[in-house]
């Protein structure tokens, strides 16, 4: 162990957030974990869901059309599938252990559905805000099925790298120029410890989905305070968690729906765009 080691400080868990039972789309069950009255955002992060169902009444009428504009939608699959199809024709299927990276920038029109009438569906959706400059953006997507996820097998830990680099040397396949993103999806066996340095002016959180670390059960959000190092330990009973970070975008937000721009004024400009058929 380099002695540089010994100079970095952890970053403890300095809050943790109850997720809260809530729906959307046309009645999908969810927990938001983060985009509430009690955590609005993290910047820059927006909101983030979390699903896990296996009764299809809860997820089966999905998301049908709906816009979005000036950020990104990271759609992560635990299990299940889910259909997306928007207006510039792109279309395709999230399967299990498969990731979405959205670019909204200045607007589609999409619909989410499950591509599955029975059995569990598993994941979360995370919305990453874009800078000003790249609020109208050309949409784009990134999308990645298990395959291609790299995974890092360490002493009682398996870390599937989504994006952003390990220690290891792995490297995800998402990226998001602005953020510099980490997301990496990890499971510790019961009493295992997880250590991963993330940059000190990156915002970083835990989204315990389950089991629980210590002093955080599923599912539940941790927010990581200052520091280089985070060191986390799995309770009795394991823990999976996704470690999310990226940098501040530190710009003001102006948020309506599925609209986040800087001002009211882009705000009432993404209504009309939409309204008349701009998107
Ligand atoms: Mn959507």
């Known amino acids: 162990m380099p002695d540089t080691q010994l100079d970095l400080t952890h970053r403890p868990i300095i809050k943790v957030s109850r997720g809260i039972p809530t729906s959307d789309g046309a009645g999908v069950k969810l927990t938001r974990m983060l985009g509430h009255q009690g955590l609005m955002q993290l910047d820059p992060f927006l909101m983030l869901d979390y699903f896990s169902s296996d009764n299809p009444g809860d997820y089966i009428a999905g998301f049908p059309e709906h816009p979005h504009r000036g950020f990104e939608t990271v759609t992560i699959m635990l299990e299940g599938k889910m259909r997306h199809g928007d207006n510039k024709g792109h279309s395709g299927v999230i399967e299990d252990g498969g990731i979405q990276w959205m670019t909204a920038g200045r607007g589609i029109v999409h619909s989410e559905t499950p591509e599955q009438v029975d059995g569990r569906m598993w994941g979360f959706q995370l919305w990453v805000n874009l800078p000003a400059k790249l609020k109208m953006t050309k949409p784009g997507y990134q999308e990645f099925d298990k395959t291609q996820i790299p995974v890092d097998q360490r002493e009682g830990a398996r870390v599937r790298v989504l994006a952003g680099k390990i220690a290891g040397g792995l490297k995800g396949p998402a990226r998001s120029a602005a953020i510099d993103p980490t997301l990496l999806d990890v499971t510790l066996e019961p ?89």
Not at 209 to 220: H, Q, S, T, W
Not at 227 to 241: I, P, R, T
Not at 253 to 261: H, N
């Open 191 to 279: 009493g295992a410890r997880f250590e991963e340095a993330i940059s000190d002016d990156h915002t970083a959180f835990v989204a315990v989905y389950r089991g629980g670390l210590k002093g955080i059960d599923a599912p539940n959000l941790g927010v990581l305070g200052k520091g280089d190092l985070v060191n986390l330990e799995a309770g009795k009973d394991g823990a999976s968690f996704l470690l999310v970070a990226g940098r501040p975008i530190n710009e003001p937000v102006a948020r309506y729906g599925p609209f986040v721009m800087n001002t009211e004024a882009e705000l009432h400009q993404a209504v009309r765009d939409f309204q008349t058929g701009k998107f």
